[in-house]
């Protein structure tokens, strides 16, 4: 069975950069994943922000990016604010089915 | 203005089945089409997806066997036929237009499958 692993939490301060990394247990993490990043905050619909590795949505804000990191997938938030707080899921493509990893809950603090 | 409604959710029994609906409005180009479930507290699953034409669907393997997609496209309706529900597919289901991956997104709709 596929596992998608993200960090479980991360905390980070008003205004300052963290990077959420995404790894794949078939291997290292390329294009050919499409990697997808989500943003869900609680009570709400899950709201797309990066597809196939670097593009941003129309409504996507700036301060966030997608790159390929080492073996892994990643979403790099710039200029933090305080409603970035949220939980942030990576997405990858199989072939055919998707697979979401576990998320990983961001604080800013 | 995109929207995504779904409907049908509600509380079954173990082996009972449901079929949830997903109308579509809004998304610039018919494309694939996907169902994500969330059970409570929990993370996001991706559950199935359907091709435009609904001539090609994949399902997680959880729901292999049980869950069936469709879609209507003179509708513009999604569809999700989910029998032999378990205890563990009870979350919240949503569908979601693709853009490369799930992209445009619905609100949700709650199924509940408890004795």
């Known amino acids: 069975q596929t596992v998608v692993t993200q960090e479980p939490s991360l905390t980070v301060s008003p205004g300052g950069t963290v990077t959420l990394t995404c790894a794949s247990s078939t291997g290292a993490v390329t294009s050919d994943y499409y990697p997808s990043w989500l943003q869900q905050k609680p009570g709400q619909a899950p709201r797309a922000l990066i597809y196939t590795t670097n593009n941003k949505h129309s409504w996507t804000p700036a301060r966030f990016s997608g790159s390929l990191l080492g073996d892994k997938a990643a979403l790099t938030l710039s200029g933090v604010q305080p409603e970035d707080e949220a939980d942030y899921y990576c997405l990858l493509f199989y072939g055919g089915p998707w697979v979401f990893g576990g998320g990983t809950k961001l604080t800013v603090l | ?115």
């Open chain 2, 1 to 115: 203005e995109v929207q995504l409604v779904e409907s049908g959710g509600g509380l079954v029994q173990p082996g009972e089945s449901l079929r949830l609906s997903c109308a579509v409005s809004g998304i610039p180009d018919r494309n694939w089409m996907h169902w994500v479930r969330q059970a409570p507290g929990k993370g996001l699953v991706w559950v199935s997806r359907i091709s435009s034409d609904g001539g090609i669907t994949n399902y997680a393997d959880s729901v292999k066997g049980r869950f069936t997609i469709s879609r209507d496209n003179a509708k513009d309706t999604l569809f999700l036929q989910m029998n032999s529900l378990r205890v563990d597919d009870t979350a919240v289901y949503y569908c979601a237009g693709d853009n490369w991956g799930p992209a445009y997104w619905g609100q949700g709709t709650l199924v509940s499958v408890s004795s």
